[in-house]
């Protein structure tokens, strides 16, 4: 589920030093990329649907010198992670990437997740609270959404066409990259083509998003990002979070940031990211940090 120019990214990303490996899972193994810096705490990435680890490429190579360990796992069916034999379903996603954190996280880590990488760092935050020593949510999904919200949320994944990939391509981004957009969405139309992904966005329920029991397990500190552009997910997505969130979790919104912004500003959120595990460094070493805000003004 790869395209040549991903794998050629990939190669130049483990020319930065990092290695890759495999977890065995109860559907098949799961690769993941992992790195060695000089800062304090582990850090996790979960990447969103259809994507893979090496789309977090930039973001990676600038946060990687801050942190103690870097894992970025590609979800089954995605990326270097093969397709399952048994076919692929939000349960089996879910239930596979557990076990694949579980082995991964040899303790408490700083967890990243973007759009469905999202949801599913929420729902392992909640199930594993002793595993995240904080939460750093970027676009998340999850939210509930009916039965005709969700179906025209999924509906944006279905590209039939090279135009419908265009849309997608401009539905992404804050700002279409000119140079690379016909070639992201015809990409994008061969992939969301493969039938596994077909029949996993064909597979998803309003059952299979989150509850609000899930946002109040999360003890640990929450910073939730959201772009001014996103045009993936519904603004009630955000209104969701921000009603349900625990009451010490953060909201920034920020400006020229979509759906996944940490392609458009790796740079700024690299900042932010240091930040965050600053904070969470010097609380573990019993220094005060500054108290949290519901939702805060958009960020430049």
């Known amino acids: 589920m790869l395209s040549f120019p991903e794998r050629l990214a990939g190669r130049a990303l483990q020319a930065t030093g990092l290695s890759r490996g495999h977890v065995p899972t109860e559907i098949g193994e799961v690769h993941y990329l992992r790195g060695e810096g000089n800062g304090e705490l582990p850090f996790v990435l979960l990447h969103g649907l259809s994507a893979n680890a090496i789309a977090y490429g930039d973001l990676i190579r ?54 469905m990488g999202g949801l599913a760092a929420v729902r392992y935050a909640a199930a594993r609270p002793d595993k995240v020593r904080g939460l750093l949510l970027i676009s998340p999904g999850g939210a509930p959404m009916s039965p005709e919200e969700l179906e025209q949320t999924l509906s944006i994944f279905r590209i039939h066409s090279h135009r419908q990939g265009l849309d997608f391509v401009d539905r992404i981004f804050a700002k279409s990259p000119p140079l690379m957009r016909h070639a992201i969405a015809q990409g994008s139309k061969i992939r969301f083509a493969h039938p596994v992904m077909r029949d996993f966005i064909s597979s998803i329920s309003p059952a299979d998003l989150l509850a609000r029991d899930e946002l109040a397990r999360l003890v640990m500190p929450t910073l939730l990002v959201w772009g001014n552009q996103e045009k993936v997910l519904p603004a009630s997505s955000l209104g969701w979070f921000a009603d349900h969130l625990p009451e010490h979790a953060v909201i920034e919104r920020w400006q020229d940031f979509g759906h996944i912004g940490f392609m458009e500003r790796p740079a700024a959120l690299a900042r932010r990211i240091q930040l965050f595990m600053q904070e969470l460094a010097g609380r573990e070493r019993g220094r005060a940090i500054s108290g949290a805000h519901p939702i805060l003004p958009a960020f430049g």
Do not use: C, Q, W
């Open 62 to 115: 600038r946060v990687l010198p801050h942190v103690e360990t870097l894992v970025a796992p590609d979800m089954p069916g995605h990326g270097y992670s093969p397709v399952p034999t048994r076919g692929l379903d939000a349960t089996k996603m879910t239930e596979a990437m557990f076990e694949a954190l579980d082995h991964l996280i040899d303790r408490p880590a700083v967890l990243l997740g973007n759009s």
